[in-house]
Nanobody
Framework: QVQLAESGGGLVQAGGSLRLSCVAS????????MGWYRQAPGRPRDMVAL???????LYGDSVKGRFTIARDFARDTVALQMNDLKSEDTAVYYC????????????????WGQGTQVTVSS
């Protein structure tokens, strides 16, 4: 079973930057899509950024132009560089991976990390 471990969350002032990292372990050869979701209190879980097996990147509308996702297929890692952070980016960020070809809407059937808190102070 694939396992995901996130790191890099923390507290930052508005306008600042953070970098999140996620490493996959276990039978990683089955991973197709890999990326990040986030969930703020009282809100649904939203897609932040994904990278498909073909290397296609997808971003949520609210982070386009500010966040950059990078996936290292050889090392089974995915990173999220977050710039110009805003208070509305405050959330728990989850690394996620799917073994389903073409899936870009990950759900509870896919693999999720434990999450890392990102707090942006205004």
């Amino acid at each position: 079973q694939v396992q995901l471990a996130e790191s890099g969350g923390g507290l930052v002032q508005a306008g600042g930057s953070l970098r999140l990292s996620c490493v996959a372990s276990g039978p990683v050869w089955g991973i197709k899509t890999m990326g990040w979701y986030r969930q703020a209190p009282g809100r649904p879980r939203d897609m932040v950024a994904l990278v498909t097996a073909a290397g296609t990147t997808l971003y949520g509308d609210s982070v386009k132009g500010r966040f950059t996702i990078a996936r290292d297929f050889a090392r089974d890692t995915v990173a999220l560089q977050m710039n110009d952070l805003k208070s509305e980016d405050t959330a728990v960020y989850y690394c996620a991976a799917s073994e389903v070809v073409g899936r870009v809407r990950l759900d509870d059937d896919d693999t999720w990390g434990q999450g890392t808190q990102v707090t942006v102070s205004s």
